[in-house]
């Protein structure tokens, strides 16, 4: 593990994508807990992309365009819904009473969110292959380790951006039409990435 794939890792997962749009709003909508569970999920969300790429899936998904395709606009219309979800929630984006989704169900979301993005496993089979060892004698295992370190960042940077976004929580709810505001703004990043993804070729 070199100084290099610490920095380009930390420059990838600190760089905002659906992910940690999804654990801002979560932070600010119901506080630190909620924005932990939220980084929690998006990290689990990774794992299976990595079992995929170690299986050689990845591959196979880069060589059947139809299947890309479809993951693809899997992910465009789950990132359209929570856009839409998160225009109807508008008006209760602040909520004193805590996570009213439930726990289970925001970190099934931020899996979720992670899972259906097709980009996770071609990015580990084009990435992580840069910083092995080609004199190592267990190269997956290698590979393990380097996915392992990714992971955790991604849950540190993403909980830092939950916690952060949760200081603002107070600010907010004295703030209504500051909230509303807010939860507009979220609503429209995950439109703006829908249509990123579904318009940019992969």
Request: include cysteine; charge should be positive; proline fraction near 4%.
């Amino acid at each position: 593990m070199t100084p290099d794939f610490l920095l380009t890792t930390f420059i990838v997962v600190a760089s905002p994508g659906a992910g940690a749009v999804l654990t801002m709003a979560a932070g600010i909508s119901h506080g630190r807990r909620a924005a932990i569970q939220a980084a929690t999920g998006c990290t689990l969300g990774i794992l299976p992309h990595l079992l995929l790429t170690l299986g050689g899936l990845a591959a196979l998904l880069q060589a059947r365009p139809l299947l890309l395709e479809g993951l693809r606009y899997l992910g465009v219309a789950y990132l359209l819904y929570l856009g839409y979800r998160q225009l109807r929630q508008t008006n209760a984006f602040i909520n004193h009473a805590g996570c009213p989704v439930g726990e289970r169900q925001l970190i099934r979301q931020a899996i979720l969110l992670n899972l259906i993005n097709p980009k996770l496993s071609l990015f580990f089979l084009a990435y992580l292959p840069q910083f092995l060892d080609r004199q190592a004698v267990a190269p997956r295992l290698q590979m393990l380790l380097l996915a392992g370190v990714f992971a955790a960042m991604t849950w540190l940077v993403f909980t830092l951006y939950g916690l952060g976004a949760a200081q603002l929580r107070r600010r907010l709810l004295a703030s209504p039409r500051l909230a509303k505001g807010l939860s507009v703004g979220f609503a429209c990043a995950f439109f703006i990435m829908a249509m990123r993804l579904g318009w940019k070729n992969l």
